[in-house]
DNA sequence: GCGACAG
DNA sequence: ATCTTGTCGC
């Protein structure tokens, strides 16, 4: 596991973050369809807090996509580098996860993450943001609406509704489980929304969240409570 | 104007 | 996200 400090010139106010976002939307890449299911590595990011301590642990797992075996793990610990704020998250979240993915020992071809990516105010979220930072295909996958509306899918699995936003397709409710609540996908960077559905449902094949966030959150846990441990 | 709102 | 016991079910 790797310790890592909060980046240098890393906003600390809601304006300053709100800029960040704004300058970065121009760099996202939205016209790749990204790589198709079932090849190459597939990788799970995921974030866990201690606000008390001020600890946060982040995971990567890189999965074989056609097998879904775990290929590689790395977690990352460091301090708390902004508050929760609605539209903010990635500032809270990014700097662990861009040091657990640094420490992968192979590359993470395609990168879900818990959240949103042009689902977002301003069409920047945290999909979006991990996606511009590292140049990867990114692509989110969310366990609630946010502020966004959308019709109830049909009960089979594979169903979706598309995510509006004024009007506009932001992500899609799409069902990953019969009759079970939909998840809320959501593009980043270098997938178009119809592959990260078809990657979801290919990472679905047991619960409702992906394998690659239920193996994340899982070990970012972990590494939560070993760094908190005895201290 | 106020509240709600990914994790 | 996190605080938290038992319980129902495959």
Redesign the pocket.
Known sequence: MTTVPIPEGWPTTEERARAVQDELRARLVLDEPGPPPGTGHVTGV?????DARDVVAAAAVVLDAASLAVVAEATAVGRISFP?V?????FRELPTVLAALAALPVPPGLVVC???GLA?PRRF???AHLGVLTGLPVF?V??????FTHEDPAAPRGSAAPLLADGEEVGRALRTRDGVKPVYVSVGHRVSLDNACAHTLALTPAYRLPETTRRA?ALC?AA?REATRAV
């Open positions: 995921d974030v866990a807090y201690d929760y609605p539209g903010l998250l990635a818990d959240g949103y977002h979220g945290l999909a989110g969310a366990k609630n609406p946010f502020a959150d846990r939560l």
